[in-house]
């Protein structure tokens, strides 16, 4: 599975913004699939992520609230709508795709990575 993130920008606190992940292949409903994120210094760590046929979502308890995860497994994308965004929030997303169908939150169970895509929250 290839992965291309992408929808990523500049944007001040309280803002919008919605990434998201196009993947190649006819498998993509056979994967759970996640958001993470890393900020400069910091480790990467899970965002959202959701099962197969998108029925199944959990959170990082940062974004709760703020932040959904959802797919489309006609246009083999998962998308990541982000609200009241937050300097804090600034940091490469990622998407990546696992075996894990009901959709894994540790990067160890990741298989698949996209390039990633920047996002900027100024204050």
């Known amino acids: 599975v290839q992965l291309q993130a992408s929808g990523g920008g500049l944007v001040q606190a309280g803002g919008s913004l919605r990434l998201s992940c196009a993947a190649s292949g006819r498998t993509f409903s056979s994967y759970g699939m996640g958001w993470f994120r890393q900020a400069p210094g910091k480790e990467r760590e899970f965002v959202a992520g959701?099962?197969?046929?998108?029925?199944?979502?959990k959170y990082a308890d940062s974004p709760k609230g703020r932040f959904t995860i959802s797919r489309d497994n006609a246009k083999n994308t998962v998308y990541l709508q982000m609200n009241s965004l937050k300097p804090e929030d600034t940091a490469v997303y990622y998407c990546?795709?696992?075996?894990?169908?009901?959709?894994?939150?540790?990067?160890?169970?990741?298989?698949?990575w996209g390039q990633g895509t920047q996002v900027t929250v100024s204050s």
């Open positions: 959701i099962g197969w046929r998108g029925g199944v979502t």
């Open positions: 990546a795709a696992s075996r894990n169908l009901f959709g894994a939150s540790t990067a160890e169970e990741y298989d698949y």
